[in-house]
């Protein structure tokens, strides 16, 4: 159910008579959907143990085709407002990782991308398709509003991103900062924990872990080869070998929670591992042994990650050029569909093509710096001294697969 009634909390008409704490700094937090919803989390943590600010959530109108996002942000304890509320307040700090209805928001604004790098890997929008102009992201359509430059900071991954950024929309360079990419240094910073995630899995130490990761869409590894976590599962000697599923969170989103494990009912049976969509990814991606992917965000965060990766699906006509997608694709051997799958998952484990963690490079151009980077950027847009100590980035949480 959508977030409808208004909520009598720290923010509107009489909130001074209403609360415990005073004069807080009122963070808005934007959730369109699960997957930036997530990235924000990671954002937040930077907020952690400070008095002096009070976070709110909320859901834009257009995320009620998207009702996971709602049930997300329930989850979390927060409080959350309707967005018709949101609207009517001035925040002193809103988080986007998304562009979706920012426009109308009263704040400053700083967004972050939600998967790896602010640059789009697809050649062209999901919208618009093959007919719309092709463009990288950070375009002018998405950064303005009626001439109006929309956000306060825009954070960026990469360096390459300024010069993305110097030829798509030069009037927002001045907001630009190049902050690294924090889900790629918090998967760097909890790698030491890859043995407590493969307890929480269930793997055990003589036991390779083989995860499917699909972005969604049906040119995803999911979309075009559904059958493949039964084929896995049947063919992989269980005592040597587990399976887990990582799906984006829109796949869940879209085709309901029920009807994807409906579909996975017979794997789970056999011992498929899936792991839930707003929880765990992370982890997977440490705890695997070879990763089965695509053209999504999360293999080329395991191909960082010196994990040997296998494409199992990758529309080479829709990727662009340049993309971290294609860097990833050009070193990732291709999963054959009519050649034994015993045989190449045996020589995919033994791959060495992403060993050199080369594409952690192209991911992010401050590895280890971006909660000190991030830190520094919220803090200035609430006006306030950050607080003592370095930024850091708590470690993944453990993994919990499905259950039924």
């Given at each position: 159910?959508?977030?409808?009634?208004?909520?009598?909390?720290?923010?509107?008409?009489?909130?001074?008579?209403?609360?415990?704490?005073?004069?807080?700094?009122?963070?808005?937090?934007?959730?369109?959907t699960v997957a930036a919803g997530t990235r924000l989390l990671e954002l937040l943590a930077l907020l952690e143990a400070d008095h002096r600010v009070q976070v709110l959530f909320s859901t834009p109108d257009n995320a009620r085709h998207w009702p996971d996002a709602t049930e997300?942000?329930?989850?979390?304890?927060?409080?959350?407002i309707p967005w018709g509320q949101a609207l009517e307040h001035r925040f002193d700090l809103v988080l986007a990782a998304s562009h979706?209805?920012?426009?109308?928001?009263?704040?400053?604004?700083?967004?972050?991308?939600?998967?790896?790098?602010?640059?789009?890997?697809r050649r062209y929008s999901r919208s618009g398709g093959v007919s719309a102009r092709p463009h990288m992201g950070l375009s002018r359509e998405t950064l303005t509003h009626r001439g109006r430059l929309i956000p306060s900071v825009i954070a960026l991954t990469h360096d390459q991103e300024?010069?993305?950024?110097?030829?798509?929309?030069?009037?927002?360079?001045?907001?630009?900062?190049?902050?690294?990419?924090?889900c790629m240094d918090r998967l760097i910073a909890s790698q030491r924990q890859r043995d407590s995630y493969r307890r929480a899995l269930g793997v055990r130490p003589e036991q390779r872990l083989i995860t499917?990761?699909?972005?969604?869409?049906?040119?995803?590894?999911?979309?075009?080869?559904?059958?493949?976590?039964?084929?896995?599962?049947?063919?992989?000697?269980?005592?040597?070998?587990?399976?887990?599923?990582?799906?984006?969170?829109s796949a869940w989103a879209v085709h309901s929670r029920w009807q994807?494990?409906?579909?996975?009912?017979?794997?789970?049976?056999?011992?498929?591992?899936?792991?839930?969509?707003?929880?765990?990814?992370?982890?997977?991606?440490?705890?695997?042994?070879?990763?089965?992917?695509?053209?999504?965000?999360?293999?080329q965060y395991a191909a960082a990650l010196g994990t040997p990766v296998v494409l199992a699906a990758y529309p080479d006509l829709a990727v662009r050029q340049g993309s971290l997608a294609a860097a990833v694709a050009a070193r990732a051997p291709r999963l054959g569909?009519?050649?034994?799958?015993l045989?190449?998952?045996?020589?995919?484990?033994?791959?060495k093509a992403f060993e050199d963690r080369s594409i952690a490079d192209l991911i992010s151009s401050r590895l280890g710096r971006s909660a000190e980077l991030l830190r520094r950027a919220m803090y200035g847009l609430l006006e306030l001294t950050e607080p003592l100590g370095p930024a850091t980035v708590p470690p993944a949480a453990l993994p919990r697969p499905l259950r039924w």
């Open positions: 159910m959508p977030i409808d009634r208004w909520v009598h909390g720290p923010i509107g008409l009489d909130a001074d008579l209403r609360v415990t704490r005073a004069n807080c700094r009122k963070v808005l937090v934007t959730v369109p997300f942000v329930r989850r979390l304890g927060g409080l959350a979706a209805e920012l426009a109308p928001l009263r704040g400053k604004v700083l967004i972050v991308p939600h998967g790896a790098s602010s640059l789009m890997s300024l010069a993305a950024l110097r030829r798509s929309c030069p009037e927002a360079l001045p907001k630009a900062v190049v902050t690294g990419d924090i499917i990761s699909s972005t969604w869409s049906t040119e995803s590894v999911f979309g075009r080869h559904p059958l493949l976590c039964k084929k896995l599962v049947d063919i992989l000697p269980s005592a040597e070998f587990r399976v887990a599923l990582v799906l984006h969170p994807v494990t409906s579909w996975l009912a017979d794997c789970t049976r056999a011992g498929l591992l899936v792991i839930p969509p707003a929880q765990g990814w992370q982890a997977t991606m440490i705890a695997s042994d070879l990763v089965i992917g695509d053209q999504g965000s999360t293999t569909d009519d050649t034994p799958l045989p190449q998952v045996n020589r995919a484990l033994r791959s």
